[in-house]
């Protein structure tokens, strides 16, 4: 059974940062292409940032130049660095994984950031 379980969220302050990992167990085949999404308060879970096999990644505007994502194969495991953190930024993080043409999503991290 695929899972992913996400770590590292919590509360940091305005221009702060924080590192988020997401961990991928029960698959023996390796990872996809990865996505970390976030949902704010009464909003809508938008994505943020992509990495592909091949390590192109993609980004939303709202975060571009802030946050990186990135990915080590061996330890099945992704990472969105978070700088310059903002209080807009205030959501829970979620990592997402499409695997044979099945959406896994872990259960989420939240991060807080105060003004």
């Known amino acids: 059974q695929v899972q992913l379980v996400e770590s590292g969220g919590g509360l940091a302050q305005t221009g702060g940062s924080l590192r988020l990992s997401c961990t991928v167990s029960g698959t023996s085949s390796g990872l996809s292409t990865m996505g970390w999404y976030r949902q704010a308060p009464g909003k809508q879970r938008e994505l943020i940032a992509t990495i592909s096999l091949s390590a192109t990644t993609n980004y939303a505007d709202s975060v571009k130049g802030r946050f990186t994502i990135s990915r080590d194969n061996a330890k099945n495991t992704v990472y969105l660095q978070m700088n310059s953190l903002k209080p807009e930024d205030t959501a829970d993080y979620y990592c997402?994984?499409?695997?044979?043409?099945?959406?896994?999503w872990g259960q989420g991290t939240q991060v807080t950031v105060s003004s």
């Open positions: 997402h994984m499409t695997k044979w043409g099945v959406s896994y």
